[in-house]
């Protein structure tokens, strides 16, 4: 009987973490998504939502809408429409990839409440809140459309993606067993613990002032439109070099980052691999800057550049927890959790 149960609680346990894992993953490429619905423009490409003009299955053509299309969008969304159908699709394939995300943290939520029998209820409560958290995020989506991309709106669309990533990341590193915890005294995890904040807080704010950057090229757009992407850098002004600046902190401070962490680790461990991968990430990174900044700001750049800065905060976000392991994740010994 007590095999039984430990044989259902295992299986369980890594039903949940294969979820979350493939969660983070599907959010991943919604960012993606909404990085070249960004870089292409394609923020508009449907005038309203849920449906996309007037149809669940959005048009191919402009002979397929009314031949008053513009009036009866334009007028909703305060501006003149123009249909596009590339553009369109790549708005519509966001929002089903948003919608498939909606689906895979719902299954994760489901897949937490065997976790409510066990020491670990936190991990059905934190679901919980991700699924609520998606939610809002697909209320804040329509806000987007509703205020025509309106800066603010879409900067607070990211940092909550940011933060259901941060969600689901704890989510899926808690749930699992470390068969070897982070080697360190106190005194050397407490500074560690305060230096990873500080690595995670730099990392945000310079992912907040790309977004200012972005916002800047929005209103470039206008006047320049998409077909001057050469020019967009020059006409920036201030926010980019702020920007551009502010990346030799982010390089600095990870850099003593990983160089502390290898000081406890040897290469090879989960934790060490984890913090040169940051390194790593953070380089290529760095690299998709320069070329955006050098080589006319070309539409794969963008989203790859936002998607890496994302999955390097991530990361770092994750190595935190596992530095800081006995503090903030609840590992358990027996076999319920192996």
Same mark, same amino acid.
């Not at 936190?122 to 989506?141: D, E, K, M, P, T």
């Not at 068969?179 to 613990?193: H, I, P, T």
């Given at each position: 009987?007590?095999?039984?149960?430990?044989?259902?609680?295992?299986?369980?346990?890594?039903?949940?973490?294969?979820?979350?894992?493939?969660?983070?993953?599907?959010?991943?490429?919604?960012?993606?998504?909404?990085?070249?619905?960004?870089?292409?423009?394609?923020?508009?490409?449907?005038?309203?939502?849920?449906?996309?003009?007037?149809?669940? /299955?959005?048009?191919?053509?402009?002979?397929?809408?009314?031949?008053?299309?513009?009036?009866?969008?334009?007028?909703?969304?305060?501006?003149?429409?123009?249909?596009?159908?590339?553009?369109?699709?790549?708005?519509?394939?966001?929002?089903?990839?948003?919608?498939?995300?909606?689906?895979?943290?719902?299954?994760?939520?489901?897949?937490?409440?065997?976790?409510?029998?066990?020491?670990?209820?936190?991990?059905?409560?934190?679901?919980?809140?991700?699924?609520?958290?998606?939610?809002?995020?697909?209320?804040?989506?329509?806000?987007?459309?509703?205020?025509?991309?309106?800066?603010?709106?879409?900067?607070?669309?990211?940092?909550?993606?940011?933060?259901?990533?941060?969600?689901?990341?704890?989510?899926?590193?808690?749930?699992?067993?470390?068969?070897?915890?982070?080697?360190?005294?106190?005194?050397?995890?407490?500074?560690? *613990?305060?230096?990873? /904040?500080?690595?995670?807080?730099?990392?945000?704010?310079?992912?907040?002032?790309?977004?200012?950057?972005?916002?800047?090229?929005?209103? /470039?757009?206008?006047?320049?439109?998409? *077909?001057?992407?050469?020019?967009?850098?020059?006409?920036?002004?201030?926010?980019?070099?702020?920007?551009?600046?502010?990346?030799?902190?982010?390089?600095?401070?990870?850099?003593?980052?990983?160089?502390? /962490?290898?000081?406890? =680790?040897?290469?090879?461990?989960?934790?060490?691999?984890?913090?040169?991968?940051?390194?790593?990430?953070?380089?290529? =990174?760095?690299?998709?800057?320069?070329?955006?900044?050098?080589?006319?700001?070309?539409?794969?750049?963008?989203?790859?550049?936002?998607?890496?800065?994302?999955?390097?905060?991530?990361?770092?976000?994750?190595?935190?927890?596992?530095? *800081?392991? *006995?503090?903030?994740?609840?590992?358990?010994?027996?076999?319920?959790?192996?």
């Amino acid at each position: 009987m007590i095999s039984s149960k430990l044989h259902i609680n295992s299986k369980a346990n890594r039903r949940f973490r294969r979820l979350a894992l493939n969660t983070v993953i599907t959010l991943y490429f919604l960012i993606v998504a909404g990085g070249v619905v960004r870089s292409t423009g394609a923020g508009m490409g449907c005038p309203d939502w849920p449906k996309c003009f007037g149809k669940w /299955i959005p048009p191919t053509e402009a002979s397929q809408l009314p031949a008053n299309y513009k009036e009866i969008y334009g007028a909703k969304l305060k501006g003149e429409v123009e249909f596009n159908a590339t553009k369109t699709w790549i708005e519509y394939v966001n929002r089903l990839l948003g919608a498939f995300t909606g689906i895979m943290i719902f299954l994760t939520l489901l897949a937490s409440l065997p976790f409510l029998k066990t020491g670990n209820k936190q991990i059905f409560y934190f679901s919980l809140g991700a699924f609520i958290l998606v939610g809002f995020q697909g209320w804040l989506g329509a806000k987007v459309v509703s205020f025509e991309l309106k800066p603010v709106v879409v900067t607070l669309h990211m940092l909550f993606a940011i933060i259901i990533v941060f969600v689901l990341l704890y989510l899926f590193t808690w749930s699992g067993y470390v068969d070897k915890r982070f080697q360190v005294s106190e005194g050397g995890k407490k500074a560690l *613990n305060t230096l990873g /904040i500080a690595v995670m807080g730099i990392s945000l704010l310079q992912i907040l002032l790309g977004t200012q950057v972005r916002e800047a090229i929005d209103e /470039i757009i206008v006047r320049l439109g998409y *077909n001057s992407r050469a020019e967009w850098i020059d006409q920036i002004g201030m926010r980019f070099y702020v920007h551009r600046s502010f990346s030799i902190l982010v390089m600095a401070i990870n850099a003593l980052w990983v160089f502390r /962490i290898l000081k406890f =680790e040897k290469r090879g461990s989960f934790t060490a691999n984890l913090a040169i991968s940051c390194s790593i990430i953070l380089g290529a =990174e760095l690299v998709t800057g320069l070329v955006m900044a050098y080589f006319g700001v070309p539409p794969w750049a963008q989203p790859l550049h936002l998607t890496l800065a994302i999955l390097l905060i991530g990361l770092q976000f994750v190595s935190w927890l596992v530095v *800081n392991g *006995n503090t903030y994740l609840k590992y358990e010994t027996s076999p319920q959790v192996r």
